[in-house]
């Protein structure tokens, strides 16, 4: 389809940029009072995977805002179907990112907000409401991160670990590493680096950008699940590819490491 391309500013970016983290951050508010709420209705989409009322009306929010401020840009979501734009922008939206710990309690979830800009993601800003703590990003601007509790941000940066003995490696799901057939890779890898944990999701990537991990592994990725976090690893230090080594958000899975480590620490996954 043929659109006007939309040649953005520093200052529109900033301007988009501010705008998603307030959305982020009210988005996520939404999300809380189902959280912490007795009755969460929980339903299943066509390929099984959990939805729940907080989903659509965190993306319903977030669709409203962005289309009244800029009514030109395309909208992408995981919830309803995309609306496409005439500028070349396109804001990518995951309500909530991690479902599954979502639906237990478990405070690991994310409200996820991207603008790709003629197919380049070049915003991410991932609320984390549970935990009071957010990071965000956008090309040539840095990345932040809101520590949790935390009213002012401090630079995200990835952490200077240079070798994957002293790594710690994190994933989302190790049932999917081995339903991918890469099981073998997985725990050829947590042989090499110090140690594992399972914090997961938009989580686990974070943690990688704010230094606090060195490298995640997810065996299953959508674009809506990517495209925040490409942004945000790249602007503070790291990598965020593919199991190819594709700089990439529409993979189908992803790596994310401190940038020093990728490469060694991704040849597992290519042998």
Same mark, same amino acid.
């Given at each position: 389809?043929?659109? !006007?391309?939309?040649?953005? $500013?520093?200052?529109?970016?900033?301007?988009?940029?501010?705008?998603? #983290?307030?959305?982020?951050?009210?988005?996520?508010?939404?999300?809380? =009072?189902?959280?912490? %709420?007795?009755?969460?209705?929980?339903? +299943?989409?066509?390929?099984?995977?959990?939805?729940?009322?907080?989903?659509?009306?965190?993306?319903?929010?977030? +669709?409203?805002?962005?289309?009244?401020?800029?009514?030109? @840009?395309?909208?992408?979501?995981?919830?309803? @179907?995309?609306?496409?734009?005439?500028?070349? =922008? +396109?804001? #990518?939206?995951?309500?909530? @990112? %991690?479902?599954?710990?979502? #639906?237990?309690?478990?405070?690991?979830?994310?409200?996820?907000?991207?603008?790709?800009?003629?197919?380049? &993601?070049?915003?991410?800003?991932? *609320?984390?409401?549970?935990?009071?703590?957010?990071?965000?990003? /956008?090309?040539?601007?840095?990345?932040?991160?809101?520590?949790?509790?935390?009213? $002012?941000?401090?630079?995200?940066?990835? &952490? *200077?670990?240079?070798?994957?003995?002293?790594?710690?490696?994190?994933? $989302?799901?190790?049932?999917? #590493?081995?339903?991918?057939?890469?099981?073998?890779?997985?725990?050829?890898?947590?042989?090499?680096?110090?140690?594992?944990?399972?914090?997961?999701?938009?989580?686990?990537?974070?943690?990688?950008?704010?230094?606090?991990?060195?490298?995640?592994?997810?065996?299953?990725?959508?674009?809506?699940?990517?495209?925040?976090?490409?942004?945000?690893?790249?602007?503070?230090?790291? !990598?965020?590819? @593919?199991?190819?080594?594709?700089?990439?958000?529409? %993979?189908? =899975?992803?790596? *994310?490491? =401190?940038?020093?480590?990728?490469?060694? /620490?991704? /040849?597992?996954?290519?042998?």
């Amino acid at each position: 389809m043929w659109y !006007r391309t939309f040649h953005m $500013t520093l200052e529109e970016r900033k301007k988009r940029l501010q705008l998603a #983290i307030e959305l982020a951050r009210k988005a996520g508010l939404l999300t809380l =009072n189902h959280y912490h %709420g007795d009755h969460l209705v929980v339903d +299943r989409k066509s390929d099984d995977s959990p939805v729940t009322i907080a989903d659509r009306e965190a993306e319903a929010f977030l +669709r409203r805002e962005l289309e009244k401020a800029f009514p030109e @840009d395309g909208i992408l979501g995981e919830e309803e @179907d995309e609306k496409v734009g005439s500028n070349g =922008n +396109r804001w #990518i939206l995951d309500p909530i @990112d %991690g479902t599954e710990s979502f #639906i237990r309690r478990v405070p690991q979830y994310g409200t996820m907000i991207a603008l790709e800009v003629d197919g380049e &993601s070049e915003i991410g800003v991932v *609320s984390l409401p549970a935990l009071q703590e957010m990071v965000y990003a /956008a090309k040539g601007l840095g990345a932040r991160w809101i520590p949790p509790a935390r009213a $002012t941000s401090v630079e995200a940066k990835v &952490s *200077s670990v240079s070798t994957l003995s002293e790594a710690v490696v994190l994933t $989302t799901s190790v049932t999917g #590493i081995e339903r991918v057939g890469q099981g073998e890779a997985w725990r050829s890898l947590l042989k090499a680096t110090r140690e594992s944990r399972g914090w997961g999701d938009c989580y686990g990537h974070l943690l990688v950008a704010t230094g606090r991990a060195e490298i995640m592994v997810d065996p299953v990725m959508k674009i809506w699940d990517c495209a925040p976090l490409k942004p945000i690893l790249e602007e503070a230090g790291g !990598r965020f590819t @593919d199991w190819g080594g594709v700089g990439t958000i529409d %993979g189908g =899975n992803a790596f *994310s490491s =401190n940038g020093v480590l990728h490469d060694e /620490a991704l /040849a597992f996954f290519r042998s």
